[in-house]
């Protein structure tokens, strides 16, 4: 047996990390737009990067890296680095290059805006103010923050049953350009587990899929996704299991979050689809309802309207029969394998769970056992505003 | 040789075709909701219908009917009987059975809410209301509308080198839950060309694909899409190319109006996509990027964000490269191959072109030589105003 305990600290939770952030004038009235993660000691990494083909400079400077172990993350937000091509990546070597010389096998990550060289001279100027004996978590997590509204940290002390135990932490950034089918937008975690980095990537592939590949906030796959996980072994203390428990918490929690905080989001709504032909398909239905923009103004509306739920599920390409679908607001069942008894009664009651800011949307398909649990939230005004006019 | 003349009349262009729109009370303030279509003489009858794994019951019952002609089609907006399993599909056939003698085989077709039963004697008392002797046009087409803003028709008369001649009229409704991937909204297409059953299914089949299917509002796939194209073969003329062309431009005439009558559109966008390894990648990019949430909302705000198109062109999952690609709006080249080279200069001539009801966005892919043409539209408040509140 193992214990998990949740703990303050962010990045900086387990032994040997440090972080913080600053302000390199990127973004207006001083506000914190750089951030760095120190190791005192070299760390083995697992990662999970954007499948987008258009994958930004950091991505492409780490892939081109190999195999390599660090002490230490570069984090900017307000400029992407992406469709900025090799000099993009020159960019980075030239950044990377001022930092003290304590630094080994630098990492960069970039956020927001694409097609923009990045302000070379402003981020060297950034690093110089780094003292890397700093542990401020909530500094590095506003750092990197873009369009979010509040920033995301998590972090687990792991008991074990032989009196050891290591920690694991995490900062994510969301908002905007969030999509299943990779590893969705930034998030650092960092551990002082002894585990190795085969270990590690397994539980983060493991993860991912559930986690952050199944939340949603537009549909859109960024050119900067990245999820790393960077391990020191500091407390030479490891266990697969509590390992992959405190994991699946963590990014669960900063997925989450990250939908909670979505553009414009009011609702942060779960998926639950069950019955479906197997797994794959039960997720196909889950990520159409998350994604479905006549589904997501219902949500804002808080219109209890099941029928476009229906037609979203019948539109997804899954296996799917009228007479066997069943729909439910939280306890509230709205429609019963083709019984039509949505009265006036049932829609007020369907309407009170779509006016709480956090509620499940069951989908039974009736037809095997396979199931997928996704998030989403609504869309409203507010996420036309932020994205009509996000350059200027 | 032969000659396309357009011409006024919409389904009743065709020799021998009937039409009007009446209203039977379900639309508000005796708004127009309920339409037919009549012919002298029976009707080869071509179609193509919703992928939709709910399909509504008037597309189920069309369906079961097998092989047919039919002489008659009933029309109704603002309830889409959908979700209402084997007692929708008795309703429309009470409400087909006190037609007039004359009608045969009568076919019917819904738009509207999903997941309520039709007011059925509503329908049959608006059907008695019918006068099988109108050619009113404008009529049907005002009546299928539901959130359309404006009615769809288009006619052609066809000369041919022999001195004959035939015609082909439509009427169609768009607005919303409009997506490529089938055969969208309603679209009813009369002709008194002298063309087989066969020969009409193949012309529909092939001009749908790059017409309707190539349209996109909202990304979501309704439970009614229908397009039906009727031929009572009166003319005695036909010729399977020029016919061909006529049906095209019909066709891809009202899906053009369809997405410029977008719920909430202010801009009708084409999306010209070459350079893809081949046709059909160049298909899921052009369809990428006219159903992007984060495109759509950057064309309302007129931003020439054209990061925004590079990413969603990455995330397509067709292949695509940074140094290949190149992104012009109109004439206004804004990415070359790698190329930085968006100045404030070249921001101002691509706002220009951002501020007009129309234009292209062209994405050279520069790998092979695969192509496709899509139509999209903008996503402003007004769309979310429209579908936050559908019901109510």
Redesign the interface.
Known sequence: MYKLIKIDGGVCAADGFYADGVSAGLKPEKAKDMAFIYSESMCAIASTF??????AAPIKHFKRKGEFETNFVLINSKN?N????E?GIKDIDEILATLPENVSNAVMSSTG?????VPKEKLIAGAKLFDLSKREPNAAAEAIMTTDTFSKQIAYKVELEDGSSFHIGAMAKGA??I?PAMATMLCFITTDAAVSKDEMQKHLNKNVEVTFNAASV??????NDTVMLLSNAKSGSYNSAAFDEALYNIMRFLAREMVRDGEGATKLVTYEVSGAKDDKEAEIVAKALS????VK??L??E?P????I??????SG??????K?SISFNDVCV?KQ?E?Y?DAEMEKKASEVMKLSEFTIYCDLGIADGAFTAFGCD???E???I??????
């Open positions: 954007t499948t987008n083909k258009m994958a992407a992406a469709m900025t091509g000099a805006v694409i097609g923009v060289r905007g350009m999509n537009d549909g859109d796959t960024s050119t994604n479905s923009l006549l103004t219902a804002y509306g219109d309207n099941w029928g476009r229906a037609s979203t599920v019948g539109a899954a296996e799917a029969y009228e007479e679908l429609y083709g039509l949505f869309l409203g005004y996420y036309v505003k994205n009509a006019d996000y350059r200027t």
